[in-house]
């Protein structure tokens, strides 16, 4: 499938020390012709942290994609009613995004451009990168698992010795998860 002039977007969530590999991929995108439209939560936005500061972040992305990102709840509701994307990537995607998203808790640029865009029955495809996905929030991940028009970016733990409940998505499968998210179906395996 050619993901060129397919609308996507990509919603930054607060887990820096994943953003060098996901600018790699979002770099990608752009060259496969993607039309890509970045939205960045709250956090994202606003923390500065040892990866790099939130204003170098949002500059890249508007650069990279040459479009201004969505900073704002009023910016990322239309993505509903006026069907601004074809797929809405979280990318990547928080334990504290992922409990929100699964109890429909809409607080974030982010959280309002996925709940807008799934009134369209579109799919969403999540990026996992959080240190609690096999403790208390494995629980929210099983419900989204089983969640109509909601897929992953496959998954496993990235250290099981130091760091057993963590776990983050392939990044570099993001381009195949978006085109099965396409289509309707589930990239597989999802967890390896």
């Known amino acids: 499938m050619s993901l060129?002039?397919?609308?996507?977007?990509?919603?930054?969530?607060?887990?820096?020390?994943?953003?060098?590999?996901?600018f790699g991929?979002?770099?990608?995108?752009?060259h496969?012709?993607?039309?890509?439209?970045?939205?960045f939560s709250n956090a994202s936005q606003t923390i500065d942290s040892r990866f790099g500061k939130?204003?170098?972040?949002?500059?890249?992305?508007?650069?990279?994609?040459?479009?201004?990102?969505?900073?704002?709840?009023?910016?990322?509701?239309?993505?509903?009613?006026?069907?601004?994307l074809d797929i809405l990537v979280i990318f990547p995607c928080?334990?504290?995004?992922?409990?929100?998203?699964?109890?429909?808790?809409?607080?974030?640029?982010?959280?309002?451009a996925a709940k807008a865009h799934l009134r369209n029955n579109k799919p969403l495809l999540i990026s996992?990168?959080?240190?609690?996905?096999l403790g208390m929030n494995m629980k929210n991940i099983g419900l989204l698992l089983n969640t109509k028009n909601i897929y992953f970016i496959p998954f496993g733990q990235d250290d099981p010795v130091?760091?057993?409940?963590?776990?983050i998505a392939h990044t570099s499968l993001l381009i195949p998860s978006i085109e099965s998210a396409l289509l309707g179906t589930q990239y597989q395996p999802v967890i390896c």
């Open 4 to 22: 060129k002039g397919k609308k996507v977007g990509i919603a930054f969530t607060g887990s820096f020390c994943t953003y060098e590999k996901v």
């Open 25 to 30: 991929e979002l770099e990608k995108l752009v």
């Open 32 to 39: 496969e012709g993607a039309i890509v439209q970045t939205i």
């Open 54 to 84: 939130a204003e170098n972040f949002i500059q890249k992305a508007e650069e990279l994609t040459g479009q201004k990102p969505m900073l704002t709840i009023p910016q990322a509701e239309p993505i509903g009613p006026k069907g601004l």
């Open 94 to 112: 928080t334990g504290n995004t992922i409990a929100k998203l699964a109890n429909g808790i809409t607080d974030t640029p982010v959280l309002m």
């Open 128 to 133: 996992i990168s959080t240190n609690d996905a």
């Open 162 to 167: 130091k760091k057993p409940n963590s776990m």
